[in-house]
């Protein structure tokens, strides 16, 4: 069956309701593991952290840099990698990876509202993952 | 955390903590702050034996 999550509905500036597929995932760091709702992003070719997530946890933040381009944007990012657990109802299904990460600063980031995008390098390859908004179901099965 | 404390996440409007982290334990949200390494500091301060779940509350409409 796999890990089944459901759509977070978000109440925007102007009332209106949006709804994301905003799953829990567990980030390792060397300081501390931190539980985090993170946001699965098909159209983003990698997972982002926001530099405040990436510090508080203690990712490796002396990775090289490039720039992260998006919409209008462009932002410098740090190459950086992350252990993580895809958390399920109960703890033996638990699935944890590590992947490759860009960490953004968070003032400059078009990802600075989202906290954590997983994106499709290093998570895609790992999950078939199946959106399925009018049962308000998002299904992870591991490949 | 417990699983618990995601699906309360769902359920609940956050909109008040708009922009901000919010640190949750127990179902309720124990922290907030603009700076998720200074929610995480202070949400172990007053819960050293707790593992807080954190989430980024979102309220404007976005392509990422």
């Not at chain 1, 905003?22 to 593991?33: A, K, Q, T, Y």
């Not at chain 1, 002396?62 to 657990?85: C, D, H, P, Q, W």
């Not at chain 1, 109960?90 to 400059?108: C, D, F, G, H, T």
């Not at chain 1, 078009?110 to 995008?117: K, M, N, P, Q, T």
């Amino acid at each position: 069956m796999g890990l089944v999550y459901k759509f977070k509905k978000e109440q925007l500036e102007d009332g209106t309701f949006v709804s994301h597929p905003r799953i829990p995932v567990i980030l390792h760091g060397e300081n501390v593991s931190i539980e985090v709702a993170a946001l699965i992003d098909s159209g983003c070719d990698a997972t982002v952290i926001q530099e405040d997530l990436a510090k508080a946890v203690g990712l490796n933040l002396k990775g090289s840099e490039s720039t992260l381009y998006a919409f209008r944007e462009a932002s410098i990012v740090i190459n950086s990698k992350a252990s993580m657990t895809f958390m399920g109802r109960k703890a033996r299904q638990n699935i944890k990876v590590q992947v490759p990460v860009l960490i953004v600063k968070s003032k400059e980031g078009f990802s600075e509202d989202a906290g954590i995008v997983l994106g499709v390098e290093g998570i895609f390859d790992k999950f078939n993952i199946h959106f399925k908004k009018n049962k308000n179901q998002i299904v992870l099965n591991s490949v | 955390m417990t699983y618990a404390d995601y699906e309360w996440f769902l359920k609940e409007n956050l909109t008040k903590y708009a922009g901000k982290w919010v640190a949750i334990v127990d179902e309720r949200v124990i922290v907030s702050g603009k700076d998720a390494a200074l929610v995480v500091k202070e949400a172990k301060a007053k819960y050293p034996t707790k593992r807080p779940f954190l989430a980024k509350v979102r309220n404007k409409l976005s392509i990422l």
